[in-house]
């Protein structure tokens, strides 16, 4: 049954493909030269937490082998250090701040002040809109066919805002399937699964079978929709996978949890994790032999991301970890994979983010982006294709709002060439670093160079108003 609503999906696009070219505003009379696009992105993946990216202790032959075949990002950040802002600004490529979609869906009451603090939050979107055009809307609009699979986290209907409020959508009705994707597979309020072995008690993802891994569950989800992508012939697809994976709870194959345990200590320090990076690796592994063998690989433009650093994982050597604007809560790893347009076994240290990866999938599919939204990133083609330098001046981050944990100070940051500046509301203070020479943010440098503070303190200042960014206010 899946099959025939996948062929169904397609056949009308590719019927549709001339009129939607119009809408969807590529240029008239361009060549069709519109790549297939897979989006992969770990939930809760540290920047340290691949062996490509310096740990030797944990096995990741598949995302190895993708950096080996592309371009491996050493400075690429989330839009946020927790998931929901990060999934909203990689659907709509505008920043949190300018969404107001700034914390976890769910996450505090309004108006919410951590005891013995005199800070207020700000109140902030916990889903992402119905009349937002996000990326898939804009591809499918182009002739693409459009899949999603995993972790969603943008419909949620907060608890502290019933359902029975009028005009306001139902839980499902925010679900993937209404904001551009043919099809929705597992994609839905929870920010992690209940179970990662079947039966998953996903709304709607049931288990073939019981003790089936979620991961391999949705690597086949991903294989089927690409293989019918091709079998339908004409026009490009988009399949964005959205892993539930490392996300807590913690689980994984007992026969990988052992192994790990064998490596535990430094790099390997909860072995669960470990295994489960693994098994997010070898599914991952599984989707990509299927590109191959479907002879898609040049034709396939192919990003893997994180939406933020880890959750009670150590991200040393960088500072802090997931819910924290220190470089552990924001820096995360990236590779981009397209034969024949990125040079393979390459990297570069140019800061990138998530808005960036909004801006290339439109500049690989020659669509503008749409006049309902508000840029915040840039192709990053010009960089994947090396044709030139790529430069701008800064990027910015903002996060009024306590994470999960309530451990972090509100804050907004900037980062310019390499150093990078933190700005907390609790006090008004500033912290300054040098990345290039203190990637673990431990000498702030606010004091010794004040010139440089007040500058990119200006610089962020500015960025917060011309997004209309929602601030902290103290308690009077």
């Not at 192919?302 to 009670?312: A, E, L, M, Q, R």
Request: hydrophobic fraction near 35%.
């Amino acid at each position: 049954m899946q099959n025939i609503r996948f062929d169904f999906l397609l056949a009308s696009l590719v019927a549709l493909s001339a009129l939607s070219t119009i809408a969807s505003g590529q240029d008239a009379g361009e060549p069709a030269t519109q790549p297939n696009v897979v989006l992969i992105m770990a939930d809760d993946l540290g920047w340290k937490d691949l062996h490509c990216y310096g740990n030797e202790k944990l096995d990741t032959p598949n995302l190895d082998r993708l950096a080996k075949q592309g371009l491996l990002f050493t400075d690429a950040y989330s839009a946020a250090p927790v998931c929901t802002p990060t999934r909203a600004a990689l659907m709509t490529g505008e920043s949190p701040a300018r969404l107001n979609i700034t914390n976890h869906a769910g996450g505090h009451p309004e108006n919410f002040q951590k005891p013995g603090t005199d800070l207020i939050t700000p109140s902030w979107l916990r889903h992402l809109p119905l009349e937002r055009v996000t990326l898939a809307e804009q591809l499918k609009a182009a002739g693409y066919a459009t899949g999603f699979v995993g972790k969603w986290h943008l419909s949620n209907r907060s608890r502290f805002r019933p359902d029975s409020e009028p005009d306001h959508p139902t839980e499902p009705e925010l679900r993937p399937e209404h904001q551009g994707f043919d099809i929705n597979i597992g994609g839905c309020r929870f920010g992690g699964p209940p179970s990662y072995f079947s039966p998953y008690k996903l709304p709607n993802l049931e288990g073939k079978k019981d003790g089936e891994y979620l991961p391999d569950r949705c690597a086949d989800e991903c294989i089927d929709f690409i293989k019918s992508a091709k079998a339908a012939g004409d026009g490009p697809f988009f399949l964005c996978w959205w892993n539930y994976s490392v996300h807590y709870p913690f689980q994984a194959p007992a026969d990988l949890i052992a192994k790990y345990e064998k490596r535990r200590g430094p790099g390997v320090e909860n072995p669960t994790y470990a295994a489960m990076i693994e098994g997010m690796d070898t599914s991952i592994g599984k989707v990509i032999d299927a590109i191959d063998q479907q002879d898609l690989s040049g034709e396939t433009l192919v990003i893997f991301t994180s939406d933020n650093g880890p959750f009670g994982e150590i991200a040393q050597p960088l500072r802090a970890e997931k819910g924290y604007l220190y470089e552990g809560g924001i820096r995360v790893p990236m590779i981009v994979r397209w034969p024949g347009h990125v040079s393979p076994a390459t990297k570069t240290s140019t800061p990138v983010i998530t808005m960036d990866i909004h801006a290339t999938i439109l500049d690989a599919a020659n669509l503008k982006a749409d006049p309902s939204n508000t840029p915040d990133g840039i192709s990053l083609m010009p960089l994947l294709e090396n044709e030139s330098e790529w430069k701008r001046e800064s990027i910015y981050f903002h996060y009024p709002n306590y994470a999960f944990h309530k451990q972090n100070r509100l804050g907004s940051a900037i980062r310019s060439g390499d150093y990078k500046l933190i700005k907390f509301y609790d006090d008004d203070s500033v912290e300054l670093y040098d990345l290039e020479n203190d990637i673990s943010e431990s000498r702030n440098l606010a004091d010794e160079m004040p010139e440089k503070t007040k500058r990119l303190r200006l610089d962020l200042e500015g960025w917060l108003k011309s997004t209309d960014a929602s601030e902290p206010q103290h308690a009077k």
